[in-house]
């Protein structure tokens, strides 16, 4: 079983910025994907950022050039910088360890961004 635990959330003003780290009980690059997915109240989850076991990254359009997604292998973490927050950024952000037919998830954390 894989364990992801995230931390980072807050309150933040619109225009600050954020940082969420997602700590996995495996290696990092054991995963096909790392990513992180939001949920806002009332809507679909949806996918954020990932990492593939090689290093490349991929964005959802709403927050390219605003967030980056970074791991360390040798802590086994992921992370997630937020800049330039916008109240739409709001959400419970979850990180997810994806294996070839299997994802595990983290409990989620809290992103709320004020205007």
């Known amino acids: 079983q894989v364990q992801l635990v995230e931390s980072g959330g807050g309150l933040v003003q619109a225009g600050g910025s954020l940082g969420l780290a997602c700590a996995v009980s495996?290696?990092?690059?054991?995963?096909?994907?790392m990513g992180w997915y939001r949920q806002a109240p009332g809507k679909q989850r949806e996918s954020v950022a990932t990492?593939?076991?090689?290093?490349?990254?991929n964005y959802a359009d709403s927050v390219k050039g605003r967030f980056t997604i970074s791991r360390d292998i040798g802590k086994n973490t992921i992370y997630l910088q937020m800049n330039s927050l916008k109240p739409e950024d709001t959400a419970v952000y979850y990180c997810?360890?994806?294996?070839?037919?299997?994802?595990?998830w983290g409990q989620g954390t809290q992103v709320t961004v004020s205007s």
């Open positions: 495996i290696n990092v690059v054991s995963a096909t994907v």
């Open positions: 990492i593939n076991r090689g290093g490349s990254t």
């Open positions: 997810k360890a994806t294996f070839s037919s299997t994802g595990y």
